[in-house]
């Protein structure tokens, strides 16, 4: 059974995905996934013929990269259309034999439709809480984590198709 595990930037995905790999469910990050293919050379070269100065002495300028796609949304789409078919390419191939698995997706609403999953688990959390974890994980300003989660797709949407909300608001006990 392959579950996805969605919400937006700073929801707490990870902190839920710990929880199902201790339970003994199979976790597949799709942003180890994409960090993945910063180091494959294709990958770099498609970046470096799309988008000027993002590439230096052939490594993405992971920090440039997001400026740029939080605050142009044609790039953002240029670099979906390049890194979705890959991640989704290797979701498929680590989903393939018998297993429960758990596939964390950050912008569901943005793949949905090019992956099929049994069930969908969608992680919450109030804005003020998100801009608080993305500041302290990321050291950025609050501007920007604002931007970061603007940048991302209304999550109402793939609430109204969860099979499951899990709300990621209060401690790790709770």
Not at 69 to 74: G, M, R
Not at 81 to 97: D, F, M, Q, S, V
Not at 120 to 125: E, G, L, N, Q
């Amino acid at each position: 059974m392959k579950i996805a595990v969605v919400g937006g930037i700073g929801t707490g995905k990870s902190t839920i995905m710990q929880m199902f790999d201790k339970l003994g469910g199979i976790t597949i990050y799709t942003d180890k996934l994409n960090k993945e293919l910063l180091e494959d050379k294709e990958y770099i070269a498609l970046i470096k013929d799309t988008f000027d100065n993002i590439v230096i002495d052939n490594r993405i300028d992971k920090k440039a990269l997001r400026n740029l796609i939080v605050n142009n949304e044609k790039a953002r789409l240029q670099l979906n259309a390049i890194a979705h078919p890959r991640i989704i390419n290797k979701i498929n191939e680590l989903t393939t034999g018998n297993g429960l698995y758990f596939v964390e997706i950050p912008l569901f609403n943005e793949i949905s439709n090019l992956v099929e999953f049994d069930k969908i688990c969608a992680v919450k959390a109030s804005d003020e809480i998100r801009i608080k974890r993305i500041m302290n994980r990321d050291n950025i300003s609050e501007d920007n984590a604002k931007k970061i989660i603007q940048a991302q797709k209304s999550e109402q949407c793939v609430f109204d198709i969860a099979d499951y909300i899990i709300n990621n608001e209060e401690s790790f006990e709770n």
